[in-house]
């Protein structure tokens, strides 16, 4: 920085100290919030408290069992199991294999398209009876194509919960664009629900019908070697234990309560700015440029930034 620079920073910062000096008031609120505000996480801090939780130790969880729900039937008609193709003979019987394997009255609705299920669902009452639609990613060229070793299967399910048998409610969908939660936890996820609770992949029979798709599917290509598998094998699921761990209060409420601190600080710089501005315009003196409001910005970050580092 050269000495013509170095002599017009140093020009701006009197012109700052001048017009705050002039508006001792804004002066005055700017540190009596910004002292309120260092006081009130002081206080936090201080009356927060620290629990310890856990260890956390979950049951097995079959994945062979029908969500309640199932037990009674929609109103307009008996549950369905849907499928994509229709056209494919092998995978019609494959759902069948998934209906008898579930011993359960599922009527089974083949579509020849995605598009065509998506329309069929669109229509009144038709959503609330189709319990879950196997869509097959296959290009099948005639309807006794065999199903590949390597296939790739879609599962969708209603993305309203409808398991109402259990004590959380599900307000969006089942989520599946985030590989994390929108508010990260500081311990386990739904710590209180033993089958993972949100978003309901147990309750609303999601893991039932993957597996016993991937169980037809096996059956398909080798049924004999299949069954003697499931008859000396039971699957369960089992959530990972979580060790001790302490919750502190405080974080929660810091990391909501530093935005509004952020935004009321700043907020009277930037009335006193404008007013500054208007103020020239009016008298038509030279306008205050841009960088004297990021000159009093980095002011305040570094009092704000000391004032954290004390508490």
Same mark, same amino acid.
């Given at each position: ?50 629990? +310890? ?32 193709? #229709? ?25 020849? #398209? ?36 390597? %296939? ?77 598998? /499931?008859?000396? %094998? ?18 929660? /409420? ?23 501005? %208007?103020?020239?315009?009016?008298? +038509? ?27």
């Amino acid at each position: 920085m050269n000495l013509l620079a170095l002599n017009k920073f140093m020009v701006l910062l009197w012109k700052n100290f001048t017009l705050k000096r002039r508006q001792f008031i804004a002066i005055v609120v700017e540190i009596i919030v910004t002292l309120l505000f260092a006081g009130i996480l002081l206080l936090t801090r201080k009356i927060g408290v620290i629990s +310890q939780n856990g260890p956390y130790y979950y049951p097995f969880q079959p994945v062979d069992k029908l969500p309640v729900f199932l037990g009674k039937n929609p109103p307009s008609g008996l549950w369905e199991l849907a499928f994509v193709p #229709s056209k494919s003979v092998v995978v019609k019987n494959i759902v069948e294999t998934v209906k008898r394997d579930l011993h359960y009255n599922f009527e089974v609705k083949g579509f020849s #398209s995605e598009k065509d299920f998506e329309n069929y669902i669109k229509q009144a009452n038709n959503s609330e009876r189709v319990m879950v639609a196997f869509v097959f990613d296959h290009e099948f060229k005639n309807s006794h194509d065999p199903l590949p070793l390597k %296939v790739k299967y879609y599962l969708r399910l209603s993305s309203l919960q409808r398991n109402r048998h259990v004590n959380y409610f599900r307000l969006g969908s089942w989520d599946t664009g985030s590989l994390f939660p929108r508010s990260p936890s500081f311990g386990p996820r739904n710590p209180e629900h033993a089958d993972g609770g949100d978003p309901g992949y147990i309750t609303e029979g999601f893991l039932v019908m993957q597996h016993a798709l991937d169980k037809a599917i096996m059956k398909y290509h080798n049924q004999a070697a299949s069954q003697k598998l /499931f008859r000396d %094998v039971q699957v369960f699921v089992q959530r990972f234990p979580y060790p001790a761990y302490y919750h502190d209060s405080f974080f929660p /409420f810091f990391g909501s309560f530093i935005p509004l601190v952020i935004l009321f600080i700043f907020t009277t710089n930037y009335l006193t700015l404008i007013q500054a501005i %208007v103020w020239e315009k009016e008298h +038509q003196l030279k306008v205050t440029p841009l960088f004297l409001w990021y000159i009093e910005i980095c002011e305040k970050c570094w009092v704000f930034q000391a004032i954290e580092k004390n508490c």
